[in-house]
Antibody, heavy 122, light 110 residues
Framework: QLQLQESGPGLVKPSETLSLTCTVS?????????WGWIRQSPGKGLEWIGS???????YYNPSLNSRVTISVDTSKNQFSLALSFVTAADTAVYFC???????????????WGQGTLVTVSS | QSVLTQPPSVSAAPGLRVTISCSGG????????VSWYQQVPGTAPKLLIY???WRPSGIPDRFSGSKSGTSATLGITGLQTGDEADYYC???????????FGPGTKVSVL
């Protein structure tokens, strides 16, 4: 059974970089799926951040594009999120997910990590 | 402010049926498939419906999805107390070049 687990600091200072890793178990990250990051905050609901294919191909939410980098490490079966110059508005629960059931650009997120709360505060 | 609109809440007695609407526009629902997710507070969203009306393995047929024009609908029949959760629609927006989620609908079982 596929499992995803987010890990990383729960507290980040303003203007610094938020870094999270998603470890995939029960399946290979090098299979034919995109892997994504989604966040959820009380003020903005669910927000897609970006996604990556095991080859390294990425696509990002344009509203965050200038601050986001998603990378993949196939040897560790992990993919990672880096969000730079964070502010209090980036405080949210961050989820990683597998994207499946794709048609064109549209995919569904069929497996999710449990989520990790990241607070931006000094 | 989401580009998709959902009612904040719906409710019904056990055993009855509820429907949740998701309204958008030509650049999102009108052009792309819709997914639906169930989220119990404190847990991750769970995929209920993909490509407008298909259920992943393990999702009971009490859950159904449909789409017409720029609106989509999730139906839940035989409502159970375990169905109490928040429900979100999602699709791609071709103008914004991003996935968009609805604001969510809270389902309550009376």
């Amino acid at each position: 059974q596929l499992q995803l687990q987010e890990s990383g600091p729960g507290l980040v200072k303003p203007s610094e970089t938020l870094s999270l890793t998603c470890t995939v178990s029960g399946g290979s990250i090098s299979s034919d799926f995109f892997w994504g990051w989604i966040r959820q905050s009380p003020g903005k609901g669910l927000e897609w951040i970006g996604s990556i294919y095991y080859s390294g191909r990425t696509y990002y939410n344009p509203s965050l594009n200038s601050r986001v980098t998603i990378s993949v490490d196939t040897s560790k079966n992990q993919f990672s999120l880096a969000l730079s110059f964070v502010t209090a508005a980036d405080t949210a629960v961050y989820f990683c997910a597998r994207q499946s059931y794709c048609s064109g650009v549209t995919c569904s997120k069929d497996s999710w990590g449990q989520g990790t709360l990241v607070t931006v505060s000094s | 402010q989401s580009v998709l609109t959902q009612p904040p809440s719906v409710s019904a007695a056990p055993g009855l049926r509820v429907t949740i609407s998701c309204s958008g526009g030509s650049s999102n629902i009108g052009s792309y498939f819709v997914s639906w997710y169930q989220q119990v507070p404190g847990t991750a969203p769970k995929l209920l419906i993909y490509q407008n009306n298909w259920r992943p393995s393990g999702i009971p047929d009490r859950f159904s999805g449909s789409k017409s024009g720029t609106s989509a609908t999730l139906g839940i029949t035989g409502l159970q107390t375990g169905d109490e959760a928040d429900y979100y629609c999602e699709t791609w927006d071709g103008s914004l070049s991003t996935y968009v989620f609805g604001p969510g609908t809270k389902v309550s079982v009376l």
